[in-house]
């Protein structure tokens, strides 16, 4: 294993010799993580999971197949193989085991990237999903998901409650992370650490008037998908499993924390099929939890009906707040579970006691006032009182199911108090927020169109018994489809760098939705000047545009921008030069905890049409700010975005993309291997397992897939295919804690 260790980091290291931006920093830092990972072998636990979220430099560097998330996977694989960390054991023979390497075995039947595995692909020349190597950046995220497995079931049989503790932290850390991030992407984060008035933070972290949907940092959105929605879906059950069952206290407040942050996310989300999933996922785990209790005959510390009826009680009342009442409104709820709490926790007696009914009027009162006041909705007698029932009725159960969990330790009450709280918090701002609204009265025509994209997709397919059986390979999907419906190449447009005379040439195809561009650094209030030089056959015009853009945007949603425009008439066959000057006014002058990255982009919106372009210059005072803009490294530092033109890159649909790529046999082996795990965890009688956290994640993501495809992502694949082939594995080793593998 050793020499097959030493063999994967020799493949992995060269490429990043000279990557972009980093030059070849990545490398000592790579031998630094494998050094680290010697002395520390939990710590790839920590290192994955957040570098899943916040490692993304493609953005940058334009390196979007090989990057600096192969390499640190491939590095921690390879410190597994080196340092003896790999039970094999984990996967012996059994039904279940047969099962997953067939499925392994026809994925690699239809698998073209073999090569990059020997010579990993470096710079672009066209556009990657038309060729082998998307088919090795989807393929990576299933080897290295199931790689990762046996040194998982090293670190079980060496200490099975720290490796338990690790993978929780971890995973709940990167969901913090993700939360920190979106924060960071809708503006409210720079308003938080500005230390700015309450109201404005709130307003801020409240605000779902916008239309933009957050992408965190995923590259892989760049053409739409749902890499954020996989991850949430997936990371769910591992805060629940945490703040449930965490064995020591901080851990417990992690998950909790980490939890918030994911329901923060998804709602921010603005996606219909992500709400729907997760409250699949917290009932499905729910119920994993107390069944596993009933079957341990282990007694239930929480009044479960009370809890339940409360909860209830707690989402109706929310909800009808909200919507007649406002943010305000809600805060009253807020306040008078709190209220309920405190009266409980302080044990508070004589005219304190009684006083607190009082305060409960008060608060009812203050949201009435709210309502009669409100701007948005038309004040009602009925829906006011309504109103006030439901919020004297949550007060009052909160009071009774607190009264009735006084045996309870402290942080479990206060983990009660939050569920009563924040989950009948978000569901109101969600069901009452007037961009998800909007996007529920067009469910019927979402449907309609994404149903026609899948008859697209189905014609797609290669015919033939064999395509039909075994599938048209990993990563096909983009490929088959343009061949198909050549059509849409006047929406996502194409580019390619080729050589021409001793030099390289972009090769610009026209298309509605097509912008490429390169993250650059300016000054705001700054005269730069745009120089392409280029060479068409025909007259047209490019647009040019410095904006703040993190990935992509939505139809109406207007980013922070300065356009220029840039005609041309046909050069008859030689190069010339065009210039623009573009004042980059406000953009740059926030921090960047404030602001996206600023982003110089072209669009040539001239379907059917080619121009070349050997050379562009972004300069003021003589420095260009733009990196190889001669292309001699083909696209490097340049990437492009598809804001609107989704459907030619993602099957959007789970089940259909495993049948688009592996046939009806991957399709059966699928489910077989899903039921295995689902079987396996109602087996199981230890209510802290973690097969109940891979159960929920592979089944709600499974669901959501009806309605989306993010595990064309390696970024949610590796999670998935880990759950999976850990939820498959022998990994019942002698523990030394309670929990179960």
Not at 558 to 566: T, V
Not at 666 to 689: I, K
Request: one cysteine or more; a neutral charge; proline letters at 4%.
């Amino acid at each position: 294993m050793l020499f097959a260790g030493l063999l994967l980091l020799m493949l992995t290291l060269p490429p990043f010799l000279d990557f972009p931006l980093l030059h070849f920093w990545l490398v000592p830092l790579a031998l630094v993580y494998l050094l680290l990972l010697w002395l520390h072998p939990r710590l790839w636990l920590y290192v994955l999971p957040a570098a899943t979220i916040g490692l993304d430099l493609t953005p940058w560097t334009g390196r979007f197949t090989f990057n600096e998330f192969d390499l640190l996977f491939l590095v921690t694989i390879a410190s597994g193989l080196m340092f003896g960390r790999y039970r094999w054991r984990v996967f012996y023979p059994r039904p279940a085991t047969i099962v997953l390497f067939c499925y392994l075995a026809v994925v690699a039947m239809g698998y073209s990237g073999w090569l990059y595995f020997l010579l990993p692909p470096r710079s672009a020349w066209d556009n990657p999903y038309y060729t082998s190597e998307y088919a090795y950046k989807v393929f990576r995220g299933i080897i290295w998901g199931i790689a990762l497995v046996p040194m998982w079931g090293y670190l079980l049989a060496i200490h099975k409650q720290r490796a338990v503790t690790a993978l929780l932290a971890g995973m709940c850390l990167a969901a913090v992370l993700l939360g920190l991030v979106v924060l960071w992407e809708r503006g409210t984060l720079g308003v938080l650490l500005a230390g700015s008035a309450w109201y404005q933070a709130v307003n801020s972290l409240l605000d779902l008037s916008s239309s933009y949907r957050v992408t965190a940092l995923f590259s892989d959105m760049h053409t739409g998908g749902e890499v954020i929605d996989g991850v949430i879906l997936l990371l769910l059950p591992v805060t629940l499993h945490a703040a449930m069952y965490g064995r020591v206290p901080w851990l417990r407040v992690l998950g909790a924390s980490a939890l918030i942050a994911l329901g923060y996310v998804t709602l921010v989300g603005f996606t219909r099929a992500t709400y729907v999933a997760v409250a699949l996922g917290l009932t499905g785990y729910g119920f994993l939890a107390l069944r596993a209790r009933h079957l341990s005959g282990s007694s239930l510390p929480v009044p479960l009906g009370g809890l339940a009826i409360t909860a209830a009680a707690g989402l109706v009342s929310a909800t009808l707040t909200f919507l007649l009442a406002g943010s305000f409104g809600l805060a009253c709820y807020g306040a008078l579970i709190l209220l309920a709490f405190a009266k409980i926790q302080l044990q508070l007696q004589g005219l304190l006691r009684f006083g607190t009914p009082v305060l409960a009027l008060i608060l009812t009162g203050l949201a009435m006032k709210a309502h009669m006041d409100g701007r948005w909705v038309a004040p009602s007698l009925t829906g006011g009182v309504l109103m006030v029932l439901g919020l004297i009725g949550s007060y009052a159960l909160a009071g009774r199911l607190f009264q009735d969990c006084r045996g309870l330790t402290q942080i479990d009450r206060l983990f009660i108090l939050g569920g009563i709280v924040v989950l009948p918090g978000l569901v109101a701002l969600a069901v009452g927020g007037p961009h998800i609204n909007g996007r529920l009265t067009r469910v019927s025509d979402d449907l309609e169109a994404r149903q026609n994209h899948w008859r697209d997709v189905l014609t797609s397919a290669s015919g033939g018994f064999f395509n039909q059986i075994l599938g048209n390979g990993v990563g096909s999907f983009p490929g088959n489809y343009i061949a198909t419906h050549p059509q849409k190449i006047e929406e996502v447009g194409s580019f390619t760098v080729f050589e021409q005379e001793r030099r390289e040439v972009l090769q610009l195809g026209g298309g509605h939705d097509l912008v490429l561009g390169q993250r650059v650094s300016i000054e705001p209030y700054t005269l730069y000047t745009l120089t392409l030089h280029l060479r068409a056959e025909q007259s047209g015009r490019i647009r040019a545009s410095l904006c703040e853009r993190n990935l992509i945007y939505t139809s109406n949603f207007m980013p922070r921008c300065e356009h220029a425009m840039i005609s041309f008439e046909s050069t008859e066959g030689e190069f010339e030069a065009h210039s623009v000057k573009i004042n980059s006014g406000e953009l740059g002058q926030d921090s960047v905890l404030n602001r996206w990255p600023i982003v110089m982009s072209l669009l040539y919106n001239a379907p059917g049409t080619v121009i070349d372009i050997d050379s562009i210059e972004l300069s003021s005072g003589g420095f260009n700010v733009l990196h190889n803009g001669s292309f001699k490294d083909g696209l490097d530092y340049w990437f492009y975005y598809n804001d609107f033109s989704h459907l030619p890159w993602h099957v959007k649909n789970a089940w259909l993309q495993v049948w688009f790529e592996s046939g009806w046999l991957g399709v059966l082996l699928s489910l077989t291997l899903v039921t295995f795990v689902v079987r396996f965890t109602l087996q199981r009688r230890s209510y802290d397992s973690l097969a109940m956290v891979y159960t929920v994640g592979l089944v709600t993501l499974c669901v959501f897939g009806f309605f989306g495809s993010p595990l064309d992502s390696s970024r949610v694949s590796w999670i998935f295919y880990f759950f999976l082939g850990a939820g498959l594995a022998h990994l019942r080793v002698r523990p030394r804690g309670r929990h179960s593998g």
